[in-house]
Each structure stands twice: as structure tokens, then as C-alpha cells.
Nanobody
Framework: QVQLVESGGGLVQAGGSLRLSCAAS????????MGWFRQAPGREREFVAA????????DYADSVKGRFTISRDNAKNTVYLQMNNLKPEDTAVYYC????????????????WGQGTQVTVSS
């Protein structure tokens, strides 16, 4: 079992940057693939990025490639999402998630979810 708590959301102008953090507790974090999802008002939840348990594999949604970077520090039980060149369409609640890598990357779902953190990008 893994418990997840996100932080780092906020209000930023278009073109700006934010770094989201997700602190995990539980014995299996270092063996768990992690991901970020987001949900904008009136829209379905969408996959943003994923990272394997070792950090050796990453995957991104086309809409964020080249702008967002996912990383993890297993010693700190933390996964990050560095978001650069933010756009108003990136505005959403961002959720940290954990599970199998195929569950996250292919099925676009997860076994564990955080409570979400709001990111708002103004134009």
C-alpha cells in the first residue's frame, strides 16, 4: 500500500514554471511505478507523465512533451513533475498516482491516488 500527498501547485503566468512534488509513504514505493494525471473542469482525467520504479523509463503525453519532466528520488520517497513553459490549457487539478507501469502508461489509470493539487495558468 502507498499513500500519496501532492504539493507545489499554485497560480502562475503563462510561460512560467512550477514543480510539483508527491511524497509517498509505504513500504513499496521504490518498487512502484509513478505517474501524474490531471483533470480540468468539465473534462475527463488525462494521463500526463509516468516513470518506472527505477527511473530508467519515462513517458509523456504529447501535449506536455518537451515542457514537463518527471523524476523520482527513491531515497526520499518522492516523485516530481517539473513543468516549464506553462500554458493556460495546463490549468487543472494534478494528481500523483502509483501502480504498475503498464497500468499507468497503457491503461491510463493507477492503483494509488493522491488528493490532487490545483495548478492555474493565467494568460
Amino acid at each position: 500500500q502507498v499513500q500519496l500527498v501532492e504539493s507545489g501547485g499554485g497560480l502562475v503566468q503563462a510561460g512560467g514554471s512550477l514543480r510539483l512534488s508527491c511524497a509517498a509513504s509505504g513500504r513499496t514505493f521504490s518498487n512502484t511505478a509513478m505517474g501524474w494525471f490531471r483533470q480540468a473542469p468539465g473534462r475527463e482525467r488525462e494521463f500526463v507523465a509516468a516513470i518506472s520504479w527505477s527511473g530508467g523509463y519515462t513517458d509523456y503525453a504529447d501535449s506536455v512533451k518537451g515542457r514537463f519532466t518527471i523524476s523520482r528520488d527513491n531515497a526520499k520517497n518522492t516523485v516530481y513533475l517539473q513543468m516549464n513553459n506553462l500554458k493556460p490549457e495546463d490549468t487543472a487539478v494534478y494528481y500523483c498516482a502509483g501502480g504498475g507501469i503498464n497500468t499507468i502508461v497503457i491503461l491510463h489509470t493507477a492503483d494509488y491516488w493522491g488528493q490532487g493539487t490545483q495548478v492555474t495558468v493565467s494568460s
